[in-house]
Nanobody, 115 residues
Framework: QVQLVESGGGLVQAGGSLRLSCAASRSTLSFNAMGWYRQAPGKQRDMVARIYSGGSTNYADSVKGRFTISRDNAKNTVYLQMNNLKPEDTAVYYC?????????WGQGTQVTVSS
């Protein structure tokens, strides 16, 4: 069973930074892709950033230039560095990992950005 455990959420003022971590129960190299999604109240869960097995990344337009996804294979951990946070970034952030054909999710961590 694959487990993904997020940490690092919290309350921050607009313009501030947070770093989210996602610790995997198996090697991050075994995933085809890993990423971060977010879900605000009453809205659908949307992709924020993804990193693929070869190291390529992609981002939602709304976070480009502010968020950075990275991976530490020695620690089996994926990170999301979030800078210049905005109130509209407030959401529950979920870690996601694909080992085809299955997709795994973490339990989520709350990020709240105050104006």
């Amino acid at each position: 069973q694959v487990q993904l455990v997020e940490s690092g959420g919290g309350l921050v003022q607009a313009g501030g930074s947070l770093r989210l971590s996602c610790a995997a129960s198996r090697s991050t190299l075994s995933f085809n892709a890993m990423g971060w999604y977010r879900q605000a109240p009453g809205k659908q869960r949307d992709m924020v950033a993804r990193i693929y097995s070869g190291g390529s990344t992609n981002y939602a337009d709304s976070v480009k230039g502010r968020f950075t996804i990275s991976r530490d294979n020695a620690k089996n951990t994926v990170y999301l560095q979030m800078n210049n946070l905005k109130p509209e970034d407030t959401a529950v952030y979920y870690c996601n990992g694909d080992i085809y054909p299955r997709t795994y999710w973490g339990q989520g961590t709350q990020v709240t950005v105050s104006s």
